[in-house]
């Protein structure tokens, strides 16, 4: 296949990079802090740990690992907090002791933690203590789970006054912390303490070994872990360090990170800007828009990545006026379409173009990507960057020529191996030639850029994350007032898409908002549907009898029928 693509890369980006420049993400880690030691590696809330800090406390967390917990190559820890300084110093830690990050999603609700932990046999789990009682729920339900608990509460990292001002506040005044209780849970400055004092050994890790398990859905509604190995995410960060190599100068980029490391695009983005030396400002809740601006306003930021809603949220607020953009170089877009009307907002308030860029969990997750040097926004996802390839293919995975729509696919060295245990669900997603399916539908230009005009699966995204009608569905039909049920996206100007359902009622009685309760007991936020409709007559059905959702999409819905919902959303 030719890569027509390469003729118009931009000046000074690489068909290829060198993939095997480290062999591991430890030695990326190791580089960085020995080349930029004293400069600030990391901040959240106001404070600050240096390159030569990340090393020590990484290097601490890694030995309490091995050496207190006994842990082994290959065993896996969960990670379930929200951006903090002690995420990048567990997750550092972790690889660097030779084991194997599992990101967890902190708003999870008891169901979907169990069904990840017990999924990919966790031996242990760093946690924020304000989401201890969900982890508690789940040791109570299945005592056979054996998982060590290291807890951490958010001021952990922060110098010794404000450490304790910020934990008391958290706990005690704003009451954010519900009451738990797990026996034998170690805090985490505790760990911190007991692996100073014991020695790293370094395990030998190649580009085979895996790193992440980074869990994504699948349109059965069970989430499914993608094996990410040392050799896929420093591909990707080869190539996105290639891809912006011209703009951005190692050691000086501010990058600003309001959406969560547990989230595939900014854990790998961090990566990125990790390897260049860049201050990384860590945003804890980026729905806190008075603090989300205050960091803006604070710190002269350089870079800065978010999905379409959170961009839009930042333009509607007011502060955002006064935000100085003028050290503003590149701002990226990932994990949902930019709206035309965000992409000229922002255009005409900052003066820079969102670019925007197209990936899965399965990819690590960046091959497609607009060039940083576009003027404007483009209505397409870009060109393969660096070492990918991408073509479309029709359904018997045959190639189509330029302009001629099928299924976008991919190859490259930061494609996954397989699926965690689920060899049959790895053999779907993979052609006989290698070929990963995207299950987005598109075409290629003549100038080797692609562009998405449906999707092939059901696939709903609320602001950047997958939600999975399957797995919503059976949610809702645990309800003993559901007949049937059927999960669809619906289109919402904030979000991109909302959750919507359409019931048949077996108890006549039943309401929106007893439903929705009941889903928000199942379901994390995003997922809960903020539209309800209710229908009298069967949902229509195939002659084997699986519910069309696509029908439903298309047909109208009866006057009245649906409500919109206010469920928070990303």
């Known amino acids: 296949m030719e890569r027509i693509w390469l003729s118009h890369y931009p000046p000074g980006v690489p068909g290829d990079v060198d993939v095997h420049e480290f062999a591991s993400l430890r030695e990326v880690l190791l580089s960085s802090c020995q080349r930029f030691g004293e400069l600030p590696a990391y901040s959240n809330m106001g404070a600050s740990i240096t390159y030569a800090e990340l090393d020590r406390l990484s290097r601490d967390f890694g030995a309490y690992l091995q050496n207190s917990l006994q842990l082994k190559k290959g065993d896996r820890v969960a990670l379930m907090m929200p951006n903090l300084l002690q995420y990048p110093v567990a997750l550092f830690g972790t690889l660097r002791a030779?084991?194997?990050?599992v990101n967890v999603n902190p708003q999870y609700t008891p169901p979907e933690l169990e069904h990840q932990l017990n999924d990919s046999g966790a031996v242990a789990i760093v946690v924020l203590e304000n989401f201890a009682h969900t982890l508690q729920q789940v040791l109570e339900r299945n005592p056979a789970l054996n998982l060590t608990v290291i807890t951490t509460e958010v001021g952990d990292l922060f110098p010794l006054v404000k450490e304790l001002l910020t934990n008391v506040v958290v706990k005690y005044l704003k009451h954010m912390v519900p009451q738990w209780k797990i026996a034998g849970a170690t805090g985490f400055n505790a760990a911190l303490r007991a692996g100073h004092r014991q020695d790293l050994r370094e395990v030998p890790l190649s580009h085979d070994d895996m790193a992440f398990l980074q869990y994504t859905g699948g349109t059965t509604g069970v989430a499914k872990g993608a094996v990410l190995t040392h050799g896929n995410l420093v591909a990707n960060v080869q190539q996105m360090a290639a891809w912006m190599a011209r703009d951005l100068v190692d050691g000086k980029e501010v990058f600003v990170c309001p959406l969560p490391l547990y989230h595939v695009y900014a854990l790998t983005s961090s990566l990125v800007f990790l390897k260049l030396g860049a201050h990384t400002i860590l945003v804890t809740n980026p729905r806190d828009m008075t603090a989300f601006i205050h960091d803006l306003s604070k710190y002269p930021f350089t870079t800065i990545i978010a999905v379409n809603t959170l961009y839009r949220a930042l333009l509607d607020a007011p502060e955002f006026a006064d935000v100085?953009?003028?050290?503003?170089?590149?701002?990226?877009?990932?994990g949902m379409a930019v709206q035309r009307v965000v992409a000229e907002r922002w255009k005409q308030r900052t003066g820079g173009t969102i670019i925007e860029g197209y990936g899965l969990t399965e990819t690590s997750p960046v091959v497609i990507a607009n060039p940083l040097d576009s003027m404007e926004w483009r209505e397409t996802?870009?060109?393969?960057?660096?070492?990918?390839?991408?073509?479309?293919?029709?359904?018997?995975?045959?190639?189509?020529?330029?302009?001629?729509?099928?299924?976008?696919?991919?190859?490259?060295?930061?494609v996954m191996p397989r699926y965690w245990n689920l060899p049959i669900e790895t053999g779907k997603v993979f052609t006989r030639d290698g070929w990963l399916r995207t299950g987005d539908l598109g075409f290629m230009d003549a100038r080797g850029y692609f562009k998405i005009t449906d999707r092939k699966k059901d696939v709903i995204v609320v602001s950047g994350f997958k939600v999975f009608p399957n797995q919503v569905e059976d949610a809702v039909a645990l309800h003993p007032g559901v007949v049937e049920v059927a999960a669809i996206g619906?289109?919402?100007?904030?979000?991109?898409?909302?959750?919507?359902?359409?019931?048949?009622?077996?108890?006549?009685?039943?309401?929106?908002?007893?439903?929705?309760?009941?889903?928000?007991?199942?379901?994390t936020g995003y997922k809960v549907p903020r539209i309800v409709e209710f229908r009298s007559e069967p949902l229509p059905k195939s002659n084997i009898g699986k519910i069309l959702r696509r029908q439903l999409r298309r047909a109208p819905a009866p006057a009245g029928a649906g409500t919109m919902v206010d469920t928070p959303v990303p």
């Open 98 to 101: 030779g084991l194997v990050v």
């Open 381 to 414: 996802i870009g060109m393969p960057i660096p070492s990918t390839e991408a073509t479309i293919l029709d359904e018997g995975d045959e190639e189509l020529p330029v302009g001629e729509v099928g299924e976008i696919c991919v190859r490259g060295p930061q």
């Open 324 to 334: 100085d953009t003028r050290a503003l170089k590149m701002t990226s877009a990932g």
């Open 490 to 523: 619906e289109f919402d100007e904030r979000s991109g898409e909302v959750v919507k359902i359409v019931v048949v009622r077996k108890d006549p009685a039943l309401t929106e908002q007893a439903l929705l309760e009941h889903c928000r007991q199942h379901l």
